[in-house]
């Protein structure tokens, strides 16, 4: 058949753009060879939420002496707090099923695989049925990287060493779980974990945690899970797994760590192979497509969006991507903005972020006022958070006094991020976000908290 558009992949970049192109009254295909909803709602974002929601919940009970709450016999049923998680997903896949129905995308599940172009467009396989698409969206998403490490792929083939999908759906608790790598899947993964009971050690070959994110805040995000029991080793690099044991060298001696699961978490990689993108000419590099700003390839006609084109593989930045593609499909201007992508590490507390950090705006050389508060400086924050020790950093121009960035180790983090968000992208100035009305109480108005201590 023959389509305005064909998506392949059908994650949060694809199936939205469907949905947008759908709406706006385009033809559209899209294809997805595994479970509508992609990574975050079937082995990310969603699935990793429900499970450390129950943690939060068993931890505040098991912790909730000092808030006068106490309890006996509490217990976490780990296969049940699995099977909710299961019909969360379901639900939602469900609905992300019966919306592109409602608006008309014609779904196929299967593998599409590009073929090549002729006068009507992009010629796409799926089976033994080929499809024409005038334009095409390459949203196939991303996989979990292996690295070249001795023991690693025998270790995942034995189920000894699971990547972020298995470990959604462990039968049983394991006792001890080694996690190699203290990025964002390792740090919720270990939380969730940490909390129901299993010995958890991370092994991160960086000497921190969280990546690119603050450092003082990851610090202090480390030390926090350190007094939960958690134990980090840092600066290490792991060079082999033998079945249950992982290897690592640290300070130049080698040591090992004996686990019932190990959690590969050292980053993803595009899914770009087995797509045909060589039959049109896409050009890559190492391993995703390469985009400019309006989401569009090498190729005419052919746009990518989300993790396949490896800038910021976040399922928040895939929606906006796909939105900027069908944009300019459909032949409207629209540009993807990085700056104000926020990101999110959903440990307890949350850890969240947005705009430039310190480390970055010395980077670029950007003249900053920095101001930072302990979060106790809310009230709110104060009332939830018994001997809580979270940190909130703005960062504003100081010449033209423009917001730069926030930082926040808090709870409810993840939600008040947005405010911040907003005040980059639209690059409000701090008198600007005077005027601006935060309810009270609530943990965010830290934001304007800071905001009156920056310099007149
Ligand atoms: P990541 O890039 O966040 O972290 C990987 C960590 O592994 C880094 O700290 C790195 O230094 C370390 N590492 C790399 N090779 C290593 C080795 N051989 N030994 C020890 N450590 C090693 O990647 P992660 O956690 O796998 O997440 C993948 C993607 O999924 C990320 O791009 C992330 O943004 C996304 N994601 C986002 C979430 C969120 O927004 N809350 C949740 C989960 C995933």
Not at 218 to 232: A, D, I, P, V
Not at 372 to 382: D, E, I, N, V
């Amino acid at each position: 058949m023959k389509f305005d558009l064909i998506v392949l992949g059908g994650g949060p970049a694809g199936y939205n753009a469907s949905e947008k192109a759908a709406h706006a009254g385009l033809s559209v295909l899209c294809i997805e060879k595994n479970s509508l909803g992609g990574v975050c709602l079937n082995e990310g974002c969603i699935p990793t939420k429900t499970l450390l929601y129950s943690a939060k919940l068993y931890d505040g009970v098991a912790h909730g002496d000092k808030y006068g709450v106490t309890a006996e016999n509490l217990t976490l049923d780990h296969k049940k707090v699995v099977a909710r998680k299961n019909k969360v997903v379901k639900l939602l896949v469900g609905g992300v099923k019966s919306t592109l129905k409602a608006k008309g995308v014609t779904v196929i599940m299967g593998e599409g695989k590009i073929m090549g172009k002729n006068d009507e467009g992009f010629i796409v396989k799926v089976g033994e049925e080929e499809h024409i698409g005038a334009k095409l969206l390459i949203a196939a998403g991303s996989v979990a990287a292996v690295p070249p490490i001795p023991g690693l792929k025998e270790g995942l083939a034995a189920g000894y060493v699971v990547t972020n999908r298995e470990i959604l759906s462990l039968d049983e608790k394991p006792e001890k779980l080694v996690v190699i790598g203290g990025g964002v899947i390792g740090l919720e993964m270990a939380s969730y974990f940490n909390s129901i009971g299993t010995e958890v050690n991370i092994v991160e070959m960086l000497d921190h945690i969280g990546g690119a994110n603050d450092a003082e805040l990851t610090s202090l995000l480390q030390k926090n899970y350190e007094r939960k029991g958690m134990k980090f080793i840092l600066g290490a690099k792991v060079t082999e797994v033998k079945e249950n044991e992982v290897v690592y060298e640290l300070n130049g001696e080698i040591k090992s760590l004996v686990a019932d699961k190990i959690l590969l978490s050292i980053g993803r990689r595009a899914a770009s192979q087995e797509l045909g993108l060589e039959n049109i000419g896409v050009e890559m590099n190492r391993g995703a497509v390469v985009t400019d700003e309006k989401m569009r390839t090498n190729v005419e006609n052919v746009y990518a969006a989300g993790d396949i084109n490896g800038k910021s593989m976040l399922a928040h930045t895939a929606y906006r991507e796909g939105e900027v593609a069908v944009n300019n499909i459909l032949g409207k201007d629209d540009t993807m903005n990085y700056n104000a992508v926020p990101s999110v590490i959903y440990t307890n507390p949350e850890l969240a972020s947005v705009g430039e950090t310190e480390a970055t705006a010395k980077e670029k050389g950007i003249d900053y006022e920095l101001v930072k508060l302990p979060m106790r400086y809310s009230g709110r924050y104060l009332a939830e958070n018994e001997g809580g020790d979270g940190v909130f950093k703005l960062l504003v121009d100081k010449k033209s006094k423009v917001v730069l960035g926030v930082q926040a180790l808090s709870n409810y983090a993840s939600e008040f991020i947005v405010t911040a968000a907003t005040f980059v992208e639209k690059k409000m100035t701090v008198e600007d976000v005077k005027t601006v009305i935060f309810p009270h109480p609530t943990v965010g108005e830290i934001i304007r908290e800071a905001i009156f201590q920056c310099e007149e």
